[in-house]
Nanobody
Framework: QVQLVESGGGLVQAGGSLRLSCTAS????????MGWYRQAPGKLRELVAT???????NYADSVKGRFSISRDNVKNSVYLQMNSLKPEDTAVYYC??????????????WGEGTLVTVSS
């Protein structure tokens, strides 16, 4: 079992910055890809950014050039630096991790989410 704990959400004015953090804990696993997704009120959950163990990244078009994802493989942590925030970035942000057990089983885990609110 893997637990994901997120932090860093909050209220910020448009144009401001926030940094989200997520750490995976548990035993008998290795973390593969990690990422951030978000869900705005009344909308489906959408990809924000993902990063592989080799630090290859992928971003949604809407956040390219403003958000930056990074990770610390030793700490099993992933970070999302969000700059030039816009009101449309307001959402609950969820951390995601793909974990592989020693037996080779692959599981997809989600954090409980952290709310980011951007005021205009």
């Amino acid at each position: 079992q893997v637990q994901l704990v997120e932090s860093g959400g909050g209220l910020v004015q448009a144009g401001g910055s926030l940094r989200l953090s997520c750490t995976a804990s548990g035993s008998d696993f290795s973390i593969s890809a990690m990422g951030w997704y978000r869900q705005a009120p009344g909308k489906l959950r959408e990809l924000v950014a993902t990063i592989t163990t080799g630090s290859s990244t992928n971003y949604a078009d809407s956040v390219k050039g403003r958000f930056s994802i990074s990770r610390d493989n030793v700490k099993n942590s992933v970070y999302l630096q969000m700059n030039s925030l816009k009101p449309e970035d307001t959402a609950v942000y969820y951390c995601n991790a793909v974990a592989v057990t020693r037996r080779g089983h692959v599981f997809d885990y989600w954090g409980e989410g952290t709310l980011v609110t951007v005021s205009s």
